[in-house]
Structure formats: structure tokens, C-alpha cells
């Protein structure tokens, strides 16, 4: 019995109650729409536009009427060795990190898959770093990374490690590593957190008759536990990828892209050329590179989940 | 079965124990920090794991001295409106997405999914010009109308799932017995998706709660700033930190979240799975 028998034709010379136009699923469904796309076209669809119409011009804070300069602003950022630093900058942060955090959040979510006590307060503490504040959480950090004061270098001294602490945020590689370190810390637990989820979906029974057949834990995890969860961890490393390649709150909080721009990512530098220096169009130019990797990750997904709903 | 013991601790309490050491040492630096005299902070002979005189002084200065309760209020009324206009937003669609047959749904859908990708930070220039225009630079609207954007795709996604699961039979017999589709959807689908609505809604306040860069691009004076831009902004002065305020401000800016979430974990990894798991 489906719904749409209720769908009575109108006949002519007769108007429709409104009762009777709502229940018509056609009309209905776009009424119900209609709030969520006008909120979606006007603050995402009208300024995605507007990004493109600013990077091929040449507005900026100081100019009233912006002049089309055509594909400048981009092959200008392409000739910019700033630029060329931070898509490098880009690409190891992203990678590294998503690397770790897939290993560290992988091994969190099959140590959580056992049973033991207090198992629900474990979990809900160490999702913590994911769900607080990034910005708030990466002032803590800014403190545990102080060329001076940072608990790391007081222990390495003590330790007698080195005769010096690690000038953390004040040298290229080092305020990478800075960086990247406390991106592990807060996005392991969401890597550990979807996994576990998608390891409790596998059948115990596959298992224990794999076990039963001889198979070595080691053979079970990789043959049988791999293969059942990686959709989720699929899904999980496209997700965390775009996250991390349009990260800002950690950069902006602990280096401001220092020193000498060895930590800048696209949208970092976006922001210090578009806001601090007031080059608009320089800076919605330098954010669309991180366009052509969003299309492929959103493809990906797209054609991911629809084979996989099939 | 003693064998078994040691085993186990191996292969769970100890790395399980290091992880939380890891995960929450952060926490308890921020908090030993926010109770430490300046004179301990900078004391760099002492053991730094621990407070010998610890003071409410930096909580003091959080409060008396800087915009933080005016933050703290912004921050609350916008994560509040935006959740709520999320929320109405993505029940609609979300419901006419999972239950009514119309031309062009899969498109929708899928268009929905493409914003749920689409980063702050690709937008928020572009973002600042039509705030700009609509003359809403510096007024806490900016933050309440654009904050769905980053919400109502998830929550749709989310939603959109739920309603799926409820039996359409259910909604059917109502149909049939003379109901309106409105009436079956406010009486009947409605309070069935309840634990889902009640997981966007944790899910939509911790995002806006949390929300950085378009709170730091649309304003610019101490009175309409959020918790984060807040304390990130005006507790360093120059080259002055004020570490003890600062991790005073980012510990309470921090407490909400927790909260909130600490009541409802189940529903918030719900809706964090749901898509991964699901999908």
C-alpha cells in the first residue's frame, strides 16, 4: 500500500484545499527544502560564486571599483615562492599527520574493542582533544612548546638528553614537527573513535570460526578484520584529508605560519594576505587551490558510498 | 589462568595508560597553569607538575578584567540560535529527503553532502564580502546566519538516516486512517527520531561552540567576540602572555563542550559514526 494513493487528481474548475496541495509529495517536499537550500545557496552557493568572481580580480581594501585582471592572481601566486613553500607545507602536514593519526587511531580503536572496566569512561575521555575548542586547546600547546618555559625542554635538560631545550616554534623543521604533533594529538581520538565503531559492526562468529580453522590472530586481523572495516576508515582518511589540508585554528594559534613561513598552510596564508595585508583577491585565489583536492575527495566519497550503498 | 595477567597488561592497560596520559596531559597543564602563581610559572627550577600556592588570581583577572563573560554570552546565544535554526532547517529536509518521492531528490542530496565538505576556510573571504554587503560586519547575525551553513549539511545527512529507520507503515496507517502528511510527520515521525534530532542538536552546539575562523574575520570589537577568538585575541598583549588567564580562558571556554558532551557521549559518537558506519 503506498502513500501516493492518497494523491487525488484535481479535476478542473475546482480549486485544491491547501491541505490537499501540501499532501501532494511534489509541492511538499520542496516547501520543506525550501529554509535549509536558501540558507545553503545564499551563505555557501553566493560566496563560493563571489570567490570566484575575486580571484580574477584585482580587488583589494584600498580599491573601490575591482578591475578583471583574468588568471593573475593565481599564476601570480604560482611565481610566488611563499606560495610554493606553503603548498609544500600543505602536502607534508597533511600527509604525516593523516598517516599518524590513522596508525595511532587504528591501534586506540583495537585496544578499546576489548572488554574492561570503566570501558565507557575511557572512551569518553579520550575523545576529549577532538571535541573541546580546537583554538582553546592549541593555547595549551602554545605553553608546552615555549622556547623558554616548555615542560618538554625542562625535561629533556633534567633528563640530561641535551644541555639545551628544542627552540620548539622558533625553527623551521622544529615548529613543523610542533605543529604536527599537537594536529596527531587532536585528531587521533576521531580516527580511533569511527573505527571502533566500525569494529564492533564485525560478526564475532567470522572470526572465532577463522580461529577455529587455525587462523592466527595476526591472519584474522589482517584477512578478516581489515577487509570488514575499510569502508569506514575509507571514509574516516577522506574526511580527516579535507579537514586537515583546510586547517587554520592550530597554525594560526601557535605560529602564525613562522618563522620565516615554513609553517604557513593555504589557509593561513590566505588569511595573512587577504586580511592582514588587505589583498582580497590575492587571498581568495591562494584559498581556491585547495579546490582541485576537495573535488577529488568529494568524488571519492560520492562514488565510494554509492557502490557501497548498492 | 595467572599467565593470562601479565598478558593482558601489556596488551591493554599499558599502551591504553600511555594513551590517556598523552591524550589528557594537555588538560592538566591547563588547568595546573591556570593555579600557579607567575612567580611558579616562571620558576624554572621547581617541579613544574605540581602547584605549591595555588591561586584563584588568573580566574580573577579572567573575569574582572577581561570580556570574558561578554564572550561567554555571545558565544552561547549564537551556538543557541544557529542550532536551532539548523535544527528546523534539517528536520524539514531531512524528512523530505528520507520519505517523499519528488523529482530532483538525489540531486538534492547530493548537493547537501558536497556542502557538508566544503571547508571554512575555502569560504571565509568571499563569506566576509556578503557579510560585508548584507552590513551585518561586527554584529553577532553574522555568526548566527552563517554557522548553519557548516551545520544543516551533517544534520540533514544525519537526520536523513533516522527518519529511514522509522517504518513507513507506521506513517502509512496514519495516512490511511485520514491524517494529514504534516499531522503524520509532527505526530508520529517526529517523536520517533527524537534520539536523532536530540544527536544533531548536541552535535550542531559543539560545532558552533567551537567555531574559529569566521568568528575571527567578522568582528573586530571586544563586545561581539566568542570565547575562542576572545581569549586568543586579547589575552596576549604584544608580546605579553598572560599564560595563567589564558589557560583559565581556554579551561572554561573549554568546560561547556565537555559537559555536555560527557552526558550524552553515546549520542554524540552516534552521530559521529553515523555517517562512517553507515556510509
Redesign the interface.
Known amino acids: 500500500?503506498?502513500?501516493?494513493t492518497?494523491e487525488r487528481p484535481v479535476t478542473a474548475g475546482q480549486l485544491p484545499t491547501i491541505?490537499e496541495v501540501?499532501?501532494r509529495?511534489?509541492v511538499?517536499?520542496?516547501i520543506?527544502?525550501l529554509?535549509?537550500?536558501l540558507?545553503?545557496a545564499?551563505?555557501?552557493g553566493?560566496?563560493?560564486i563571489?570567490?570566484l568572481w575575486?580571484s580574477v580580480t584585482d580587488q583589494s581594501v584600498s580599491t573601490s571599483v575591482a578591475r578583471f585582471v583574468g588568471l593573475e592572481n593565481f599564476t601570480g601566486a604560482l611565481k610566488s615562492q611563499i606560495f610554493l613553500q606553503t603548498v609544500r607545507n600543505t602536502f607534508v602536514y597533511t600527509g604525516v599527520t593523516v598517516v599518524f593519526k590513522l596508525g595511532?587511531g587504528l591501534?586506540?580503536a583495537v585496544?578499546?574493542n576489548?572488554s574492561?572496566r570503566l570501558k565507557?569512561l575511557?572512551?569518553?575521555?579520550?575523545?576529549?582533544?577532538w571535541?573541546?575548542?580546537?583554538?582553546?586547546?592549541?593555547?595549551?600547546?602554545?605553553?608546552?612548546f615555549d622556547a623558554?618555559?616548555s615542560?618538554f625542554n625542562?625535561a629533556i635538560v633534567r633528563s640530561g638528553i641535551a644541555d639545551r631545550g628544542i627552540n620548539w616554534l622558533g625553527e623551521g623543521v622544529w615548529a613543523m614537527t610542533s605543529i604536527i604533533i599537537a594536529n596527531i594529538?587532536r585528531g587521533?581520538?576521531?580516527f580511533a573513535?569511527?573505527i571502533l565503531?566500525?569494529l564492533q559492526?564485525v560478526d564475532r562468529e567470522l572470526l572465532d570460526a577463522a580461529a577455529v580453522d587455525g587462523a592466527s590472530p595476526w591472519q584474522r586481523f589482517w584477512r578478516i578484520t581489515i577487509p570488514l572495516i575499510r569502508?569506514?576508515v575509507l571514509?574516516?582518511l577522506l574526511?580527516s584529508t579535507?579537514?586537515t589540508?583546510?586547517?587554520?585554528?592550530l597554525v594560526?594559534?601557535l605560529t602564525r605560519g613562522g618563522p620565516a613561513n615554513s609553517t604557513h598552510l593555504?589557509?593561513t596564508l590566505?588569511?595573512d594576505v587577504?586580511?592582514r595585508a588587505g589583498q582580497?583577491s590575492q587571498?581568495?585565489a591562494i584559498?581556491?587551490y585547495?579546490?582541485p583536492v576537495?573535488i577529488v575527495?568529494?568524488v571519492a566519497?560520492?562514488v565510494y558510498?554509492r557502490r557501497?550503498?548498492v | 589462568m595467572t599467565a593470562t595477567v601479565p598478558r593482558r597488561l601489556l596488551t591493554l592497560y599499558l599502551p591504553l595508560s600511555l594513551a590517556a596520559i598523552v591524550l589528557l596531559f594537555p588538560f592538566y597543564w591547563m588547568f595546573i597553569t591556570s593555579i600557579k602563581t607567575d612567580r611558579e610559572l616562571i620558576d624554572l627550577n621547581g617541579l613544574p607538575f605540581w602547584v605549591f600556592e595555588p591561586t584563584l588570581e588568573h580566574y580573577r583577572v579572567l573575569f574582572a578584567e577581561t570580556g570574558f563573560l561578554r564572550w561567554a554570552l555571545n558565544t552561547l546565544t549564537i551556538s543557541v540560535v544557529a542550532t536551532a535554526i539548523s535544527l528546523v532547517c534539517s528536520i524539514l529536509a531531512g524528512y523530505a529527503l528520507a520519505r517523499l518521492r519528488f523529482r530532483g531528490a538525489a540531486a538534492i542530496a547530493g548537493a547537501i553532502f558536497v556542502t557538508y565538505l566544503v571547508p571554512q576556510t575555502l569560504l571565509f573571504l568571499p563569506l566576509l564580502e556578503v557579510v560585508r554587503q548584507l552590513g551585518l560586519s561586527n554584529t553577532l547575525w553574522s555568526m548566527i546566519l552563517t554557522y548553519p551553513t557548516i551545520l544543516i549539511p551533517f544534520s540533514t545527512w544525519l537526520l536523513m538516516g533516522y527518519f529511514r529507520s522509522i517504518p513507513r507503515e507506521l506513517e502509512e496507517s496514519a495516512l490511511i486512517d485520514g491524517a494529514s502528511r504534516v499531522r503524520a510527520m509532527t505526530q508520529i515521525v517526529l517523536p520517533l527520531a527524537l534520539p536523532g534530532i536530540l544527536s544533531a542538536a548536541i552535535f550542531a552546539f559543539t560545532l558552533s561552540w567551537n567555531e574559529f575562523i569566521y568568528a575571527l574575520v567578522f568582528t573586530n570589537s571586544t563586545d561581539i567576540k566568542t570565547i575562542p577568538v576572545g581569549v586568543v585575541t586579547e589575552l596576549v598583549k604584544g608580546d605579553v602572555y598572560f599564560w595563567g588567564s589564558l589557560m583559565a580562558g581556554a579551561l572554561l571556554g573549554s568546560v561547556p563542550v565537555a559537559l555536555i558532551y560527557s552526558f550524552f557521549v553515546d549520542k554524540y559518537v552516534g552521530g559521529l559514526t553515523a555517517g562512517a558506519v553507515k556510509g
Not at chain 1, 575511557?122 to 582533544?129: G, N
Not at chain 1, 571535541?131 to 608546552?144: G, Q, Y
Request: aromatic share 16%.
Open positions: 500500500m503506498r502513500a501516493e492518497r491541505g501540501l499532501d509529495q511534489g511538499l517536499a520542496y520543506l527544502l529554509p535549509g537550500l540558507i545553503l545564499a551563505f555557501i553566493w560566496p563560493f563571489t570567490s575575486l595511532f591501534g586506540l585496544l578499546m576489548q574492561f565507557n575511557a572512551r569518553a575521555a579520550l575523545l576529549l582533544p571535541i573541546v575548542p580546537t583554538a582553546l586547546s592549541a593555547i595549551a600547546w602554545l605553553w608546552l623558554t618555559f615542560v625542562w594529538w587521533t581520538p576521531f573513535i569511527s565503531a566500525g559492526t569502508p569506514v571514509i574516516v574526511f579535507v579537514q589540508i583546510s586547517d587554520f585554528q594560526y594559534v593555504l589557509g590566505a588569511y587577504a586580511v582580497l587571498g581568495a584559498s581556491l585547495m579546490f576537495l575527495c568529494v566519497l560520492l558510498m557501497s550503498s
